[in-house]
């Protein structure tokens, strides 16, 4: 069964905006991830949050977790067209098992 | 520090013919893990592989698919008989350690059944 899924599936904004996408999991995790996928290209891995952080920033990017909620955010801020991309948060299914994927939020960033 | 590597990055095959998909991990890594992917989708795990060992292939069809990961060379997926729903875009990744760790993702190679 799907352990991530973003919501929303698809986001449009104009650039400078900020982009929050979302992603809610079932069990319980160590870690969970964000990758950014360009059309007709691989994954690209964002950024990593462990189940004992709250927040974490890289550049541009913020990502939250809440355990307790069993959920993330990503939120991309002052967005640019280069952010134009298909976002995927991915956790491990159970304990150090392969990552399991969402089925990603589709986000346009229009100039 | 080059990344995954995957080849041939296009493949056409008729039905009823052989796809092998290679993969080679980035230099350091000893775990390999393929994703198929259809369009508007998200990434769906296969298989994940050590050298020389299949660790999981949970999400392997039972039929016409393998894998293998020898101690020298790249990892191959091999497709047998292909159909038509065995259209997509196959990802390889790698990683340094646990599955679990961040997982470093080739360009794909996709696959067109005629």
């Known amino acids: 069964s799907q352990q991530g899924e973003e919501d929303p599936q698809a986001l449009s904004i104009q650039e400078g905006e900020n982009a929050t996408m979302n992603c809610s999991y079932k069990?319980?995790?160590?870690?969970l991830q964000w990758y950014r996928q360009n059309s007709g290209r691989g994954l690209v891995h964002l950024i990593l949050?462990?189940?004992?952080?709250r927040e974490k920033h890289s550049g541009r990017l913020r990502v939250t977790l809440d355990t307790s909620k069993k959920s993330s955010s990503l939120l991309i801020t002052a967005s640019r067209a280069a952010d134009t991309a298909s976002y995927f948060c991915a956790t491990p299914n159970s304990g150090n098992t392969p990552l399991v994927f969402g089925k990603g939020t589709r986000l346009s960033v229009i100039a | 520090n080059a990344g995954v590597m995957q080849n041939p990055r296009h493949l056409v095959r008729r039905r009823g013919q052989e796809a092998r998909l290679r993969c080679s991990p980035m230099k350091g890594h000893s775990h390999v893990y393929w994703y198929r992917q259809l369009p508007e989708e998200g990434l769906k795990f296969m298989v994940y592989l050590q050298k020389e060992n299949i660790i999981d292939e949970s999400g392997m069809p039972k039929e016409r698919f393998s894998a293998e990961f020898p101690k020298e060379g790249p990892s191959i997926l091999r497709i047998q008989q292909v159909v038509r729903g065995d259209s997509a875009a196959y990802f390889c990744?790698?990683?340094?350690?646990?599955?679990?760790?961040?997982?470093?993702f080739g360009p794909g190679t996709r696959l067109t059944v005629l």
């Open positions: 990744a790698s990683s340094g350690g646990l599955p679990a760790d961040t997982q470093y």
């Open positions: 069990t319980s995790i160590n870690n």
């Open positions: 949050i462990r189940s004992n952080e």
